[in-house]
């Protein structure tokens, strides 16, 4: 490998380009960035890191990963774009954003793929791989030459660049060097600390030889230099310094960091995606604090080791996606019956069935509140950042264990592969599971002695001296005896379902983003909040009355929500799960399928809720909700009904 | 197993509990019941071993040998159908200290939970598993089980089972990492007790199938064997059970078979008339997963803290004026690395 210092790009590589002299330096509030390749070319660690060094920098960053649905599609295809997508704001940015300002792609064919999708503004800049161009393969060569001359055509910015030409004399294998000097050119673009990004990539490759460093730091000094001299535009986002020390994970890693916070010591798990990530990280770093990540034959085996361990110990967890939940529900009503606390994270996607699995979706909120059979209640919960992933696993080990109740914590394929600096957590031993219980039970004391007025009763573990009865899955007395009767039956369903409402008491009410009443309420829940609030903060910036409500406890809903409604002239969902639309001529009143929180809000609040919803599996975007929401403020009330 | 002194004081002082320390409530199994006779064994074992009754755990599933834990005055847990086995996997897991059992049919472990078995022998924690082979559903009325003969009638095969049944000691003597395998009938209590108990005192996953009388709905299923006791083949050997002069009178029919023999084992296995009966296969060398996994080892707040700050420091972002000493020492490297030449 060269030595950085003697790095010179050879003449012959270097077209006329602009003199220093004559570039243009523009200054941002932000920029959505994309860098997008054949899948295994890298794009996804240089958006990453990218993402990574503009967070150091002091900027907003949100990264979103674009993935394909296969791991190896075929290269230069137009489904196989896979990459990053970052969001480089002066403030906070608490989303994915709008279309893209600057995209950098491997091969016009991924390129094509993003163009199609509408995921690029008019006029975007494109940096795009020129070797096509005289590619040996005529068809290739002439492909590229028609997408660029249509690209070009469609009033796009593009500026061919040899990537890989450049990188030939650095890297053995340039295919793979590139991502790194992309991640050079995009530094220089957005004037980020060339410095920074050494210090980035030491940190992406510490598991690898310092030779691969350096190779890799050679690449990124050779793209900085490159940009420099000949693109003859520059950008500058400005930062707000950080004050204090942030994290920056994403919402997968953000779950694992929150099941190592919550003092659980068993995580139970079959592959699935999008859960599966929470788990590698897990693997990794939880036997260093003595947990154990117990990789299980299947999902309904993950989730009864789960309850099992949870019987015997502390509270455990199992963590899944959607077809992964279906599959536990039985268990799941096991351990709501044997009142077993148990934690299950549902990473959700796109469904039904196989479905989506690499797609946003937040269809799974009714299998969790209802699912199972009979009557099961348990606790819901969805995340709402990628900093509340680290924190609802802390509450819901919590919950779990004070109400012996099963919780549900839901997130999505959003938060799973976004990251977002949070302020780094504070530790607190209030996180912690408190120790086994091992002392004597009063001798005569029943295991199930629910108290009348909340429901809860003490949980007895095994190694309890007196404690000794046998838990069941069938209807059972105070005493964990198989009943029949009809008065035990029935007190046992009350006290099981009085929990809830005796968690309800302890929760507050969400707080109202904007004004506490106007013409409209969106209300929301999981990965949407920064996206919601930001369409809204739009809107209110216009002089609209419109304010959002986002929930993050959907089982039970904190008290206070129905006053919160009626302060408002309308309210409407908005959500990433299925609604019918009004406009298709057989929808009506009498048919129409709400979204889960529409129908959830109607019910308990006989309330008129309207929703929105889109199911495209990706992210929804704050313009797309900003034009929905000024859509239906500028729409006349409808007359009552 | 490993004692505390205090506990080994407790012993000598203790005197022999007697059965009704470990009895809970009143078997509802029908007259004549196989289980009856596993439940008497498991009892005794329990008294015998002067297990204390906080610390042992029956875990079962669904069907008619699940409702064992019932019965026992230990911790007990009557899960799902099928799903004996993980559940037992987990309480082992969080809490190695417990002495845990399992109950399960041949509905449960052969057919619902059939997944669950086979990696349940691969992990080898140790547990025992007691296998209570009617060849019938009995809970659900008299459906064919994956054990039945081929030719049972039974309510869902009315013109007699259509398949050879599957046979749980070959299956379970072809998974690797199996430990124990062993065979009983309900109607040899000697017999069953001492291989109950010495699966017990394996180190592993003991698998036990008890071949086991249904009265309600095969009574004469397994009369043959029961009447003849030439059709039992008795495996004696120093390593397995030793057969008392007594029952050598009846059980004429014995071979001697050494556990450690896995070829042997898989071979006599495969035999069904006559039904051997005995430990077919023990090696107590093979880890356990808890082990594997280390778990239970005690963690400190202090401990679990220190793990913490330690992954947060990995994806820290530092204000850039701040002190840069929590800058991670990979970085530190990276710069050396990366000036080093210039």
Known sequence: MNDTSTLEIPASSQPAGPRAAEKTMTTLTEHVVEVISDSGEGAQRCGQSLGAIAARMGNGIWTVEIIPAEIQPPARSIAGASGNRVRIGSKPVSNGGDEADLVVAFNEQVLLGRVRAGELKPGCIILLESMWREDRDPKIAASYADVHRQLVAEGYRVHEIPMERECRPLAADPRRGKNMFVLGMLCNLYSLDLQLARDQIALAFRKKDQKIVRANVALLEAGHQFAEAHLEFKFRIPATLATVPQIVVNGNTALALGVLASGMEICAMYPITPATSVSHYLSDVFEKVGGVVHQAEDEIAACTFAIGASYAGKCAVTVTSGPGYSLKQEAIGLAVMGEIPLVVINVQRGGPSTGQPTKAEQGDLFSAMFGSHGDAPKVVMAASTIEDCFYSVITARKIAETFNMVVVVLSDTNLATSQQPFPRPQFSEDWLAPPVDQSAVPVGAKPYDWDAATGLARRFIPGQPNGMHTLTGLAHDRASRVAYDPETNEEALHCRSLKLAALQKTLKTPPVFGDPEGDLLVVGWGSTQGTIEEAVTRLRAEGRKVSALHLRFLQPLPAGIKDILQRFKRVMTIEGNWCDRPEDAIIDESNRRYSAVAMLLRARYLVDVDCWSEVRGEPIKPGTIYRVLRARLDQKQEPKK | ?342
């Not at chain 2, 755990?57 to 799902?80: A, D, E, Q």
């Not at chain 2, 009846?250 to 450690?260: E, F, G, I, L, T």
Request: net charge positive.
């Open chain 2, 1 to 342: 197993m490993n004692m505390h002194a205090t506990e080994c004081l407790l012993r000598l002082y203790d005197e022999q509990p007697d059965l009704e320390k470990y009895q809970g409530g009143v078997p509802r199994w029908c007259v004549g019941c196989g289980d009856n006779a596993i439940l008497a064994a498991v009892q005794r074992l329990c008294r015998n071993e002067r297990l204390r009754a906080e610390k042992t755990v029956f875990v079962s599933g669904i069907g008619c040998s699940s409702r064992l834990p019932h019965y026992m005055k230990t911790y007990g847990f009557h899960g799902i159908h099928g799903r004996a086995l993980p559940i037992a996997e987990g309480i082992k897991m969080a809490r190695p200290d417990l002495d845990v059992f399992v109950a399960t049919g041949d509905g449960d472990c052969c057919s619902i939970g059939a997944a669950h078995w086979i990696h349940a022998i691969r992990y080898n924690m140790n547990m025992t598993v007691l296998l209570h082979d009617n060849q019938i559903y009995g809970l659900t009325k008299m459906q064919a089980s994956p054990t039945s003969p081929r030719g049972l009638r039974s309510n869902t095969t009315p013109r007699g089972a259509y398949l050879e049944p599957l046979n749980p000691l070959t299956v379970t003597l072809g998974v690797q990492n199996v430990s124990f395998v062993a065979q009983a009938v309900d109607w040899i209590p000697e017999v069953l007790y001492d291989i109950i108990a010495q699966a017990f005192h394996h180190k592993g996953l003991s698998f036990v199938r008890i071949m086991q009388r249904c009265p309600e709905w095969l009574p004469h299923q397994l009369e043959p064997w029961l009447n003849d006791p030439a059709r039992i083949l008795l495996l004696n050997h120093p390593n397995g059970i030793q057969v008392s002069p007594s029952l050598a009178k009846v059980y004429k029919n014995q071979q001697a078979h050494d556990p450690a023999n896995i070829d042997r084992a898989r071979e006599v296995a495969s035999g069904s008339d006559p039904i051997p009966v005995g430990i077919l296969y023990r090696n107590p060398a093979v880890p356990l997963y808890e082990n594997l996994r280390h778990a239970g080892q005690p963690r400190t707040t202090e401990f679990i803290k220190s793990g913490l700050e330690a992954e947060f420091d990995k994806f820290t972002v530092w204000p850039q004026e701040a002190d840069p000493k929590p800058r991670q020492g990979a970085m530190r490297a990276a710069r050396r690395a990366t000036t080093a030449g210039s």
